[in-house]
């Protein structure tokens, strides 16, 4: 069966201070790993597509990276205003929906 | 240009009521899907609508039904409602190559009672 875990479930971090975002999958045949932002209450906001092992993708102070495995989201110098949940989701062969992890809350403090 | 549009943003419904949610998908984009986000976790899909049909669906029960019209716009119906149901629920727009990024919009809160 087709899984998506991100970890960890929530991080704490202070401002400036340099962290990464886990997302492993498990699926058969992937076509597309994309990343979102979650503020509370709201829809999901897209950030970024990956498609390939070895491929990046940067915006501002975010970059993602992908694997056969797992993908990173790493965060530099985070502000408050990067705290947010932080949602994997995987498209697969032959379907078009996205499978999503439970997402990362991530909490920046001044 | 507008984003993907949902209404209405909040919605307090009895027990064995029914419901229904709509969604204007982005500029340019002729594929809607439905997804249901319980507190705490990850969006779940329930299905997804392409061409007025539905193309694919999620593991959801028939009281959960849909429809899109030639505009592209489309609904979500639940109905006999449960206390479950509860939830916000979120439309995503899409090409229908199925090779794009999908655009959520801001969601329509759903409270059971």
């Known amino acids: 069966e087709d899984q998506v875990t991100q970890s960890p479930e929530a991080l704490r971090l202070q401002e400036g201070e340099s962290s990464s975002l886990n997302c492993s999958y498990t699926v058969s045949g992937l076509r597309g790993l994309f990343w979102y932002r979650q503020d509370p209450g709201k829809g999901p906001e897209f950030l970024f597509t990956l498609y390939s092992a070895g491929e990046e993708k940067e915006k501002e102070r975010l970059k993602a990276t992908l694997t056969k495995k797992e993908s990173f989201l790493h965060i530099t110098a985070p502000k408050p205003e990067d705290s947010a949940t932080y949602l994997c989701a995987v498209r697969t062969r032959g379907y078009n929906k996205l499978i999503f992890g439970a997402g990362t809350r991530l909490a920046v403090h001044p | 240009d507008a984003g993907v549009t949902q209404s209405p943003t909040h919605l307090i419904k009895t027990r064995g009521q029914q419901v229904t949610l709509r969604c204007s998908p982005k500029?340019?984009?002729?594929?809607v899907s439905w997804y249901q986000q319980a507190l705490g976790q990850g969006p779940q899909f329930i299905f997804q609508?392409?061409?007025?049909?539905?193309?694919q669906r999620g593991n959801f029960p028939d009281r959960f039904s849909g429809h899109q019209f030639p505009n592209y716009s489309s609904e979500l119906n639940v109905n006999a409602l449960l206390l479950g149901d509860s939830a916000l629920y979120l439309c995503a727009s899409s090409t229908g190559s199925g090779n794009t990024e999908a655009f959520f919009g801001q969601g329509t809160r759903l409270t059971v009672v």
């Open positions: 609508y392409y061409e007025e049909e539905e193309r």
């Open positions: 500029s340019g984009h002729d594929t």
